[in-house]
């Protein structure tokens, strides 16, 4: 008997998204800039890096790979900073898998973060600022990969456009098995401050993220709960995974009927009977990141661009 189940893949979900990144590099006649430090020998940072090299040729954005020690990586960073040509920096975290790490992203200039680590858009992300101006005309940069899974969930239909922007998640209840600074949180954040209820698993336990009894806060606020993943999941709409190891699997008869599932490890962390439980199988999200990463880097191209003309003016 066919599943009922229906896999959606990266691929799809990014399409339109180089297309038009494409389509606007190509007719603005411009060539934004990427540089990406790697710092490691993670295979999956490896590959994020093969993958950004070969997104970046398509769609006409210049990516340049500068691998370093990472012992020299913070001069390096500050060195790019203050180069006039890059418009974007990016590294291939972990480095030194420690707060090293969290004070590396802060090396990352404002203006060059198309990750958005740094403490100007991680602190706009928890506080759901969504502009990083007063007059509301740039945007902020938000963490790629959290990006990247809210397209997914606007794609696939989780958002609801018949509420209001901002509130398009009220009423669904999402499971993240992963809380950490680089994706778990922000991305429980993110999904809190537009209405959802957010379970956010770690080793640690499970924290509640939301915008109070009937959203009525400005920005989510965190609770700890000792609710047990068993006590989530099965009520969760949607189940989102970001173990970083093979050995972690969802057990697939914890899942509610219907379900929405998403990994965005490398590695697969779903059940292979994943889609006897799910109504929409997302296996990966790889290639929406690097398309959000593109999308982050034109923002910062163009928002440097306008700091050069209103000095000249």
């Known amino acids: 008997m066919a599943t009922a189940c229906k896999t959606v893949l990266a691929s799809k979900v990014s399409a339109s998204f180089r297309e ?12 934004p ?82 990750e958005g680590l740094c403490h100007t858009f991680v602190h706009n992300v928890y ?14 940069i938000i963490p790629c990969t959290s990006l990247a899974v809210v397209k997914i969930l606007e794609y696939i239909g989780v958002y609801n456009s018949v509420l209001p922007y901002g509130n398009r998640l009220y009423g669904r209840t999402i499971t993240i098995v992963n809380r950490s600074e680089i994706v778990g ?27 109070g009894t009937g959203i009525k806060l400005k920005a989510h606020k965190v609770e ?38 998403i990994n965005f490890s490398s590695s697969a962390n779903f059940e292979d009977d994943v889609k006897s439980k799910a109504s929409i199988f997302v296996p990966s999200v790889g290639k929406v990141t690097v398309a959000m990463l593109e999308r982050n880097l034109l923002r910062l191209h163009d928002h440097q661009e306008s700091i050069e003309k209103s000095k000249s003016q």
Not at 127 to 140: A, G, I, P, S
Request: with cysteine.
């Open 127 to 140: 506080h759901n600022v969504r502009y990083m101006d007063e007059k509301e005309t740039m945007k902020c």
């Open 20 to 31: 038009q990144l494409h389509k606007d590099i190509e007719e603005r006649k411009i060539r």
């Open 224 to 261: 700890d709960t000792d609710m047990k993943l068993e006590d989530v999941v099965p009520q969760s709409d949607v189940v989102i995974t970001g173990v970083p190891t093979p050995k972690y699997k969802m057990p697939t008869s914890l899942l509610k009927e219907g379900v929405i599932a």
């Open 33 to 114: 800039k990427l540089v990406g430090f790697l710092a490691n020998d993670d295979p999956a940072a490896r590959k994020y890096a093969e993958w950004t090299a070969k997104t970046c040729a398509e769609t006409g954005v210049d990516f340049e790979l500068r691998k370093v020690d990472k012992q020299d990586l913070e001069e390096k960073i500050t060195e790019a900073n203050e180069e006039k040509e890059v418009n974007g920096i990016m590294v291939y975290y972990p480095v030194f898998g420690n707060k090293q790490d969290l004070y590396l992203q802060n090396c990352v200039s404002p203006l060059k973060d198309v």
């Open 185 to 211: 949180r922000p991305l429980a954040a993110m999904l809190a401050n537009d209405g959802a209820k957010v379970f956010s698993v770690d080793v640690n336990g499970i924290q509640i993220f939301t915008r």
